[in-house]
């Protein structure tokens, strides 16, 4: 349950006057090591969130925040933790005593580098656990021992079953992005992990999400101490470093345009964000065939291909990333100048998440949206959120620009098992034309059943 009638602990959206926004990390009295890592990551001041945060976890209290993605989160986590392990003399090494469970393989990965960052003064082993890479691989470095460990529940409730990975040494618990664990079906896997773990009177445990509703209150309830919390939610749902604009047009015009947008917008670097799957492919096919590069991203791709790309995004190496909503939480990459909504999200949040990959740190970026007959009806329900209407721009004529190349064929791609972003459409479990399990009793379809013919062509 969430502590409300405490006024020592309990946090408030409005900042004490003895604590004003953008205090020096090194006003926490936190290890030289520590300080130092934190400065040689670019750290200096505190974000909202982490000046709330950080007090409440370096005093040992469980904390339950709600703050907008690209705030500083997992700075406010990782702070308090590697502080309380620096100053652990009796610590027994390669526990592991920290566990950070995450909803995406990419948010898993971000979550590591930015601890290897942070802690690179502290003799720390850290280790990042998610599905689609080398399974015996992570499962000889958990035996070995680590320190902190980053997961996905499916990888992660793997090792547990079979003893690779022991639970009961863990003093330190981390949920982030706990509503996206929810809204990806994940909420049974992390009430086992949780149940395995050593009482929560005995550990110390920090929840962080974007909202924090009913659902993800009853986990506080049920598996954290009384944990104090801690909002800094804004009057509005998006930065206002973000330019935000939107464009009416047909779903056959929307290649056309988006080409268009690209010649007449001044980008440095590009995210695309789409609904499906295979309009990433198609618009990754498109977009090489007019000379731009582009690759994409989805829950098809290889981890470590997906790794490797987004590896290069980050670096400068690749300038447009087309995805679906796999790459629209938890990712910091600098200097996107823009994000294309190709589709209207269906989930509102989602289109708050996607167009929080531009405008980070500080900085400025556009945002703009496609809207399309076939999505325009997702549309009352984003500006509902919003609480604002998204501006509208008409297009000119000649922003349509023609579409000359092949037409794109979908490849076959056979139906995979897995957890963690394998599940079907980016995450979710079953679905039609996803990689999700297949049901008991299924059998490969006969050559001679008749099927629909594959629609061909572009946008």
């Known amino acids: 349950m969430i502590k409300e009638d405490n006024p020592e602990l309990q946090a408030t959206p409005q900042r004490p006057p003895e604590a004003p926004v953008g205090v020096p990390f090194a006003d926490f009295n936190l290890p030289p090591e520590l300080l130092q890592g934190l400065h040689d990551s670019g750290y200096e001041r505190c974000t909202l ?29 990782l702070v308090p933790i590697f502080d309380r392990l620096a100053r652990e003399k009796d610590r027994r090494p390669g526990g592991p005593s920290v566990l950070i469970i995450s909803p ?16 690179r003064h502290l003799d720390l082993k850290m280790l990042a656990v998610f599905g ?21 529940p499916g990888r992660l409730i793997d090792y547990m079953k079979q003893g690779i990975f022991d639970p009961r040494g863990v003093k330190y618990l981390v949920i982030d992005e706990a509503d996206r664990l929810f809204d990806m079906g994940f909420v049974d896997d992390l009430r086992w992990v949780l149940r395995r773990l050593p009482k929560y009177q005995q550990r ?4 962080f999400s974007a909202t924090l509703g009913w659902r993800v209150s009853e986990i506080t309830y049920e598996f954290m101490n009384l944990p104090t919390r801690v909002s800094v939610v804004p009057n509005t749902k998006t930065v206002s470093q973000v330019t935000q604009e939107m464009y009416h047009c047909s779903a056959t015009e929307k290649l056309n345009l988006l080409l268009g ?21 198609m618009l990754t096919f498109k977009l090489k065939a007019h000379g731009l590069p582009a690759e994409g991203i989805s829950g098809d791709l290889t981890q470590p291909k997906r790794m490797a790309l987004m590896e290069q995004f980050k670096k400068g190496k690749l300038k447009i990333l087309v995805a679906t909503n796999v790459a629209a939480r938890g990712l910091h990459i600098e200097d996107v100048s823009h994000v294309i ?7 509102p949040e989602d289109y708050v998440h996607r167009i929080g990959r531009t405008a980070r740190a500080g900085a400025v970026g556009k945002a703009i949206t496609l809207c399309c007959d076939e999505y325009a009806t997702h549309l009352p329900y984003v500006e509902e959120y919003l609480a604002a209407k998204i501006p509208v721009v008409f297009a000119d004529e000649d922003m349509f620009l023609p579409d000359d190349t092949p037409n794109y064929r979908r490849p076959y791609r056979p139906a995979r098992e897995g957890r963690d972003g394998q ?3 980016d995450g979710r479990s079953g679905g039609r034309g996803g990689g999700g399990r297949p049901r008991s009793g299924d059998k490969p379809a006969s050559r001679s059943r008749s099927r629909r013919p594959r629609k061909s062509g572009g946008a």
Do not use: C, H
């Open 49 to 77: 969130i982490q000046e709330k945060a950080i007090p409440l976890g370096l005093a040992g209290k469980d904390v339950a925040g709600e703050a907008q993605t690209g705030t500083g989160k997992t700075a406010a986590f």
């Open 104 to 119: 995406t393989r990419e948010l898993a990965l971000q979550i590591m580098q930015d601890a290897e960052d942070i802690g």
């Open 132 to 152: 689609g890479v080398d399974y015996r691989k992570q499962a000889e470095a958990l035996r070995d021992g680590v320190d902190l460990v980053a997961a996905t």
């Open 204 to 207: 110390q445990s920090m929840l």
């Open 261 to 281: 947008l690209l010649k007449k917008e001044d980008w440095s670097r590009v995210m695309i964000f789409t609904n499906t799957k295979r309009v990433v492919d």
């Open 341 to 347: 909504n190709f589709d209207v999200p269906a989930d």
């Open 423 to 425: 599940r079907g459409r």
